[in-house]
């Protein structure tokens, strides 16, 4: 009787939490909302459970649009805290990174999601980016080519601009 009382309350509580948690991820399908809106959805979903890494990183890449990369940076930050530390994750950092001109940075955080996820052509495409803007061509020019190797569609255009 105890054992079947602590399955009964086990399962009330996981269907209370499943009602609650992420209910309000389903209202930014609204194609009505604002970022700014999508925002707000976030918080709230981050007031209900502090500990969803998911939520840092959709409330992070929201401000990224909006242009509040610090903003965006610290929410990453916070997932990764949380152990929410998935390749994009990284890249989006380095995004934010990239568009406040902290290229160095960038370039840690592309070079981060590299080493989770190797055979991504896109990560080492973007930190070449980056080197670039710091001059680094040699080191953009690898990175290219390295993302050619890896099926990227648009390291070809940077090879025949930019690299020798």
Known sequence: MKQLLLIIISLLS????????????????????????????????IEL????????????????????????????????????ELTDTYRKRGDAKHNMRDYKGAINDYTKAIELDPIYSGYPFLRGYSKYKLKDY????????????????DAPEMIRKFCK
Request: hydrophobic share 25%; aromatic share 14%; charged share 30%.
């Open 138 to 153: 040699k080191g953009a020019c690898l990175d290219w080519k390295k993302a050619l190797e890896l099926g990227s569609q």
């Open 49 to 84: 459970n502090p500990k969803d890494g998911n939520a840092y990183v959709y409330r992070g890449s929201t401000k990224n649009d909006v242009g509040d990369y610090k903003g965006a940076i610290q929410d990453y930050n916070k997932a990764i805290e949380l152990g929410f």
């Open 14 to 45: 996981i269907n209370f939490y499943g009602q609650g948690h992420g209910r309000y991820y389903k209202q930014t399908d609204d194609d009505t909302l604002t970022l700014k809106d999508q925002i707000n959805i976030y918080t709230k979903e």
